[in-house]
C-alpha cells in the first residue's frame, strides 16, 4: 500500500468515526429527552452527574455534556455549575407546535413560507461554519433516504433529520430553534405533501445536490439549491391545498 492509499484509508475511518460519533450523540439526545418526557426525572429532580451517565449509556463524557446543552437550549434542564443539572419543569420548546394543529386552513402554506425564508440562508451558513464530520453526516443522510426509497420505505424522520442538521451546522441557535419549534408541524407536513412520486424524486435529488453545495463549501451555491428546494415545496403545499377544496 502507498502513503497515498494508506492516507485516504486513514482519512475515510476517520470520516466514518465522525459520522459514527455525531449518530452516538442523537441516540443519548433522544433517550434523556424520552426520559424526562415519560417522568423518569420529574421537574425539580437533579438528574445524575455526567459521569455516572456516560457509565450508565456507555459513552463518553463528551457526548453526554453535549447532549445535556441540546436539551438546555431547548429549555428542559438547567444546567447550574457546581450544583448539578436539573429538570426544569418548563414546556419544550419543540412541543410549541401543537398550539397550531388547529390553527385552521393556510397552516402548512405558512410553513412552507417561513421554511422559504430561513432554510437558504441556514444552508448557506452551513457550508460556510459547519465541521468536516457534520457535512459528511447530511451526506449520509442523503444516501439512507436514497436506500429507503428504492425499497419502498418512507424516509419522512429522516429528511426532517437532514434539514435538522443543517439548521444545526449553521451556528446560529435563533434560527435552529425556531425551525425546531415547528419540526412536529414539519414531519407532519412533508408526510401529507410527498405522496406524488414525482415529488419525492424532486426532493431526493434536490437533497443529494445540497448535500454536495455542502460538502464543496459553496454557500452560494448550497443557498440557490435550497431555495429551489423550498420553492418546489412551496408548490406542492399549494397544490395540495388545491386538491383539498376540489373534495
Known amino acids: 500500500m502507498t502513503n497515498s492509499d494508506s492516507k485516504l484509508t486513514s482519512s475515510r475511518n476517520s470520516d466514518k468515526s465522525v459520522v459514527r460519533g455525531n449518530r452516538v450523540y442523537h441516540n443519548i439526545f433522544e433517550e434523556l429527552q424520552q426520559r424526562i418526557r415519560q417522568g423518569d426525572w420529574l421537574p425539580g429532580d437533579r438528574i445524575p452527574s455526567i459521569t455516572q451517565l456516560a457509565k450508565e449509556l456507555q459513552v463518553g463524557a463528551g457526548t453526554i455534556r453535549e447532549a445535556l446543552r441540546s436539551l438546555q437550549s431547548i429549555g428542559m434542564i438547567n444546567i447550574e455549575h457546581g450544583s448539578g443539572v436539573y429538570v426544569t419543569g418548563a414546556r419544550p420548546l419543540t412541543e410549541l407546535s401543537n398550539d397550531f394543529q388547529n390553527a385552521g ?65 449553521a451556528r446560529n441557535p435563533i434560527l435552529y430553534q425556531t ?45 440557490l439549491l435550497m431555495q429551489g428546494h423550498m420553492n418546489s415545496m412551496l408548490d406542492e403545499v399549494l397544490a395540495s391545498e388545491a386538491r383539498k377544496e376540489a373534495k
Not at 186 to 195: D, G, N, T, V, W
Open 179 to 223: 425551525l425546531e419549534n415547528v419540526s412536529d408541524l414539519f414531519l407532519e407536513s412533508r408526510r401529507a405533501i410527498l405522496l406524488d412520486p414525482n415529488a419525492v424524486l424532486r426532493a431526493l435529488r434536490y437533497h443529494a445536490l445540497i448535500a454536495e453545495a455542502l460538502r464543496l463549501r459553496n454557500a452560494p451555491q448550497a443557498r
Open 105 to 169: 386552513d393556510g397552516l402548512l402554506l405558512a410553513l412552507a413560507e417561513t421554511r422559504r425564508i430561513l432554510e437558504p440562508e441556514l444552508a448557506s451558513l452551513a457550508a460556510e461554519r459547519g465541521t468536516d464530520g457534520e457535512l459528511i453526516e447530511i451526506e449520509e443522510l442523503v444516501r439512507q433516504m436514497e436506500g429507503e426509497d428504492k425499497i419502498g420505505h418512507d424516509f419522512a424522520e429522516l429528511d426532517v433529520l437532514f434539514h435538522r442538521q443543517i439548521a444545526h451546522a
